[in-house]
């Protein structure tokens, strides 16, 4: 449905925009109908720049992205107005998306002038209440509300709503759970899992390989621009065979089940586990599965995610230091390191060579 060929994003940066930050270089993977895809890579990798590209909010460099069949990255206009009825997106944070005076109705109502002028107030009431229920939530409830007198999840469920008022074919899902407590991100996960089952493809964007792995077909690992892994879901996860992917799969519980044959109470606990790398930890050492398997064990002894050090308390300075250093490091690199090349390791599962140590 969605296919990515070797797709780039070069910012103009410096002064006078004289120099090229390259925030993607040559990314390729696909996206089926009823398919999740988990875009992985820890913040700055280059994961919302791809999902804009895919929005069409943002220009692509080099490469090309097909919907349908189609090459996107040029439509304007009525085609371009054609391409968002079938591809919607939903960001991050529902609660900066908005302004505080909207009303929760004034969100939905904005995509009627231009998609649906032609309903009667009575079809366009229906649609409304029908893509509310559709997302579990009771109209009468969120209707009429400012959006700061809503929760975050029923804010992220309105979103998911005003796209599916779409009739959408994919959703680009970008952070949606990160900022929602844990039997919220139970809602909104168990609602991808619905709409994916009804045949809506999403791409889940996700910089803690979190829930989203649960329901996704595939993942794609990312890292400063390029993939580094990636192939169906619970290769990767149970077989992970690049550096880096294993470092990050070792503060993490790892991935033993799909999030459609968990029960509820098996959903609350991994949800909450995810929230803090204690539960993590903890859930990781108990029932989370996937001590056993081959190199998982071993890289969970290093010692800590990239950028976990960023979120240790204390020592500011330190921090920042560190911080503007990595981002030095990280820009150098960006622009000097080679795209890897990536070779099948098994069917479905892709990995990028690494230098020798
Ligand atoms: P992620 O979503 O994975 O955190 P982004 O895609 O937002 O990462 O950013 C990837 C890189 O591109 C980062 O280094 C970021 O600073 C840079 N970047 C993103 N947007 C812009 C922009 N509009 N102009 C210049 N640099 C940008
Ligand atoms: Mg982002």
Do not use: C
Request: no cysteine; glycine share 8%.
């Amino acid at each position: 449905m969605l296919k990515l060929d070797r797709v780039s994003k070069y910012f103009k940066t410096g002064t006078f925009g004289g120099d090229l930050l390259p925030a993607v270089k040559q990314v390729s993977f696909e996206i089926g109908s009823g398919e999740v895809v988990s875009l992985i890579g820890e913040s700055g990798s280059g994961k919302s720049t791809l999902g804009k590209m895919i929005l069409r909010l943002i220009d692509i460099s080099s490469g090309s992205i097909y919907f349908e069949g189609r090459d996107i990255s040029g439509i304007k206009g009525r085609a371009l107005r054609d391409y968002y009825r079938k591809v919607q997106g939903v960001f991050q944070d529902p609660f900066s998306s908005y302004n505080p005076i909207f009303r929760a109705d004034r969100v939905l109502e904005m995509l009627r002038k231009n998609y649906f002028a032609d309903l009667s107030d009575a079809d366009w009431n229906r649609k409304v209440y029908s893509s509310l229920e559709a997302v579990g939530l009771n109209p009468a409830d969120v209707l009429n509300k400012f959006t700061h007198q809503l929760s975050g999840g029923q804010l992220q469920r309105i979103l998911i709503a005003r796209a599916l008022l779409m009739d959408i074919r994919l959703l680009v899902a970008d952070e949606i759970i990160s900022m929602l407590d844990a039997s919220t991100r139970v809602d909104v996960l168990n609602l991808l899992a619905q709409l994916k089952a009804k045949g809506l493809g999403v791409l889940f964007i996700t910089h803690d390989l979190s829930l989203g792995n649960y329901i996704s077909e595939k993942a794609v690992i990312l890292r400063r621009g390029v993939v580094l892994e990636m192939g169906a879901t619970e290769k990767i996860f149970g077989n992970p065979q690049h550096s880096y992917t294993r470092s990050l799969l070792a503060a993490v519980p790892q991935l033993h089940k799909k999030w459609e044959v968990m029960g509820d109470e098996e959903k609350a606990e991994v949800a909450s586990a995810h929230r803090s790398p204690e539960g993590a930890a903890a859930l990781a050492r108990g029932n989370g599965g996937g001590q056993s398997r081959t190199g998982v064990a071993e890289a969970r002894q290093s010692p800590h995610l990239p950028w976990a050090r960023r979120s240790r308390h204390g020592d500011h300075v330190l921090v920042e230091e560190e911080a503007e250093r990595k981002a030095k490091r990280d820009t150098y690199l960006r622009t000097h390191e080679p795209v890897p090349e990536l070779v099948m390791v098994e069917e479905d599962h892709w990995v990028a060579l690494e230098a020798a140590a």
